[in-house]
């Protein structure tokens, strides 16, 4: 221990910890935090990494970009003089993002704890089934699935093909109708329900069977049941599916890439926030825009998860004091 002499007590005493905590320590210093605080210094820059040596610093001007169009104007001028066009797709991948994160969230936990409860009775076979309801998640945010429903969708699909059958005619191609292009990819995440649906499953299982039998000497039917016991009880479980559920929503991509074609679909109508930030970035070498983009989507994340958090104890119900 001579050798350490050096090093304070502290640090000689948590040796050991903080040598199995170097392997995770390393991994976030080197690829989380410094890419993090790298792409934020990008975000001030006009930086183009095919041509490295050209980087501007230009102060806001990515963000200016981004959001000229709020104030109704199509150019402006940098602070290096340089005249910039402002993003005439940046509030339309905002629109569809929003679009699909309030109606896919709210569908797929209905749908997920609609099942979780069909899946709480005590039928034959529901380990099999609570099994087969979870594939699709394992599977769902795969390219295959991806290009899978888009043939399914496309003019001469399945899904057509089962709608002809059944006496529909004029049919649309789904992927590529700019007003239902949007919905095919909202009704694909409703379909990956299953991990909503095991964790409400979860806690489903966690309350009393005592509470139901007490209200049902009440006198109470199943849907007072359901308002007055379940949903208060699973409030905290609902809470944590809304927050993961909404964080994912908003960083959807490989559907959207796939089935939108990479560019954002027909009229922009799959133009995601990711995809477009992708698209900037990796397509048009705009590496500072981009890096601006994602600190920009990564506000938006924090600030609805905020408002939920915040929001939460006026829905929420922990049991304690009540």
């Known amino acids: 221990m001579r050798g350490m002499s050096g090093i304070p007590r502290f640090f000689r ?4 910890a903080y040598l199995f905590l170097a392997p995770w320590l390393v991994g976030f210093l080197v690829l989380t935090l410094y890419p993090m605080v790298y792409s934020l210094g990008l975000s001030f820059t006009d930086y183009d990494f095919t041509q490295p040596d050209s980087t501007q610093w230009i102060g806001l001007g990515n963000y200016q970009k981004m959001f000229g169009s709020v104030f109704g104007y199509d150019e402006f001028t940098a602070s290096t003089g340089e005249v910039m066009r402002v993003d005439p797709y940046y509030m339309k991948s905002l629109s569809v993002t929003f679009t699909y994160v309030f109606v896919s969230v709210p569908l797929k ?5 609609a099942v979780a ?3 709480n009775q005590k039928l034959r076979g529901v380990p099999f089934y609570r099994a087969v309801y979870y594939i699709p998640t394992l599977l769902g945010g795969s390219i295959a699935i991806a290009v899978l429903w888009r043939k399914l969708f496309e003019k001469d699909g399945l899904v057509n093909g089962v709608l002809a059958g059944l006496g529909f005619s004029d049919l649309p191609g789904w992927i590529t109708n700019p007003n239902y292009a949007l919905g095919t990819l909202i009704l694909l995440t409703v379909w990956q329900f299953g991990s909503s649906m095991i964790i409400f499953l ?4 966690q309350i009393p069977e005592e509470y139901y039998d007490a209200a049902r000497v009440d006198g109470a039917n199943r849907v007072q049941e359901f308002f007055a016991i379940t949903i208060p009880l699973l409030s905290p479980v609902i809470l944590f599916n809304l927050v993961m559920q909404m964080i994912g929503a908003f960083q959807a991509f490989t559907q959207a890439y796939i089935i939108g074609g990479g560019r954002g679909g027909v009229l ?7 995809l477009h930030l992708y698209i900037q970035g990796w397509t ?3 590496m500072g825009y981009a890096s601006a983009m994602a600190w920009v989507l990564l506000l938006i994340i924090g600030a609805f998860t905020a408002i939920v958090f915040r929001s939460s104890k006026w829905w929420v119900s922990y049991g304690v004091g009540e």
């Open 202 to 205: 979860a806690g489903l299982k």
């Open 109 to 113: 936990l209905v749908f997920a704890l």
């Open 284 to 286: 048009y070498h705009e």
């Open 13 to 16: 005493r948590n040796a050991v």
């Open 117 to 119: 409860m069909l899946m």
């Open 268 to 274: 922009n109508s799959t133009l995601f926030y990711t």
